[in-house]
């Protein structure tokens, strides 16, 4: 693991750093136009198409966060053997993101949501997706593939990316887990409801406060830094987990470990679009924690990227020379 950087060569030692992501991929596809007319067929709007594109989203969001600051992704997943799945693996490529621990399912189609956006508003969201939990010999397969990561390149830390699309099973998670541990890199977590529970023994565990108050049935006050700490402590009763840092929306993040408690309030901001904003966070933070920065650093820096990518429509990876001029501004580096 990398030697505590001073806060002046911060943004320097993320560049030596490898980040492991293992979790759900996707598509993240966009149709703009305008809409002038209603359908003569239907009382709807008709959407006149004047350009596409197509971005990495889920766990390749969290790669492009990871190459965007500097580092090193290592992204193990699965796509389906079909077009969306090449078109997200020609994305990765262009962005100079090895896809080669990233395994086909034919029996699959690739997770891919479609937005329909004109004047800047989105209008529908559609997606193509196969949520099932993912085959025995897949898990086999994608086991392998973190163990040889984990020997070959020996990453800084990994990232467990969560959609809730199937590829992290209990299997994988536990699995992945204990080679880590065996192996003392630290683990950092975005988790989803299927599977909340199970990441026992995690460094860094990153639910939004919609997450934590369902699994945890309780009412949790955002303002209410006793009400976050209640929450977080419950939390690691369940899952031993080493650091809660909780994402509170325009309220900031929680974070609280044995050593901290702190409420880091967001900074204002316009916000165009809120998707994957907590790809940016669980990417800052994993870097911070891998770079072994103070966790007050980790969670100011985290709370600042994922505030900047609200600010531009569709899903965006962090502007690492924005992030780190704001840093600067804010005392935070």
């Given amino acids: 693991m990398a030697a505590t950087p001073s806060k002046t060569d911060l943004f320097e030692s993320f560049k030596n750093l490898k980040v492991a992501i293992v979790g759900d991929v996707m598509v993240d596809a966009y149709i703009y136009g305008h809409v002038d007319r209603i359908s003569p067929e239907a009382p709807v709007p008709v959407l ?21 600051m500097g580092a090193t992704p290592l992204l193990i997943s699965m796509v389906g053997d079909d077009r969306d799945g090449s078109a997200l693996l020609n994305l990765l490529e262009d962005k100079n993101i090895a896809s080669g621990y990233i395994a086909k399912d034919p029996g699959r189609v690739t997770t891919t ?6 004047k800047g508003h989105q209008m529908m969201r559609l997606d193509h997706e196969n ?11 994608l086991l392998e593939h973190i163990a040889t990561v984990v020997k070959e ?41 299927r599977h909340f529970s199970s990441y ?103 709370n600042l990227a994922g505030g900047i990518v609200c600010e531009y429509q569709g899903v965006v990876s962090i502007d690492a020379a924005r992030l780190a001029r704001e840093a600067r501004q804010h005392g935070i580096v």
């Fill in 131 to 141: 949520s099932n939990e993912i085959s025995e010999e897949l898990e086999n397969i």
């Fill in 153 to 193: 390149e020996t990453p800084d830390v990994l990232i467990f990316q969560d959609y809730n699309k199937g590829l992290l099973t209990e299997k994988i998670i536990r699995g992945a887990t204990m080679i880590c541990l065996n192996n003392n890199i630290p683990v950092a977590v975005d988790p989803k409801k």
């Fill in 113 to 118: 949501k479609t937005r329909i956006i004109a």
């Fill in 48 to 68: 006149l198409v004047n350009r596409r594109e197509q971005r990495p989203g889920g766990a390749a969001n969290v790669a492009m966060n990871i190459k965007a």
């Fill in 200 to 302: 026992q023994m995690c460094t860094l565990f990153k639910p939004n406060l919609g997450e934590i108050s369902d699994n945890l049935l309780q009412e949790i006050d955002p303002k209410d830094i006793e009400s976050l700490r209640a929450a977080a402590l419950s939390l690691n009763e369940r899952l031993h987990n080493g650091i809660t840092l909780i994402t509170l929306s325009d309220k900031g993040v929680f974070l609280h470990s044995g050593e901290h408690t702190l409420l880091e309030p967001a900074h204002v901001r316009d916000v165009a679009d809120v998707s994957g904003a907590g790809d940016t966070v669980i990417s800052i933070a994993a870097l911070c924690l891998a770079a072994r920065t103070s966790l007050p650093t980790l969670a100011a820096l985290s």
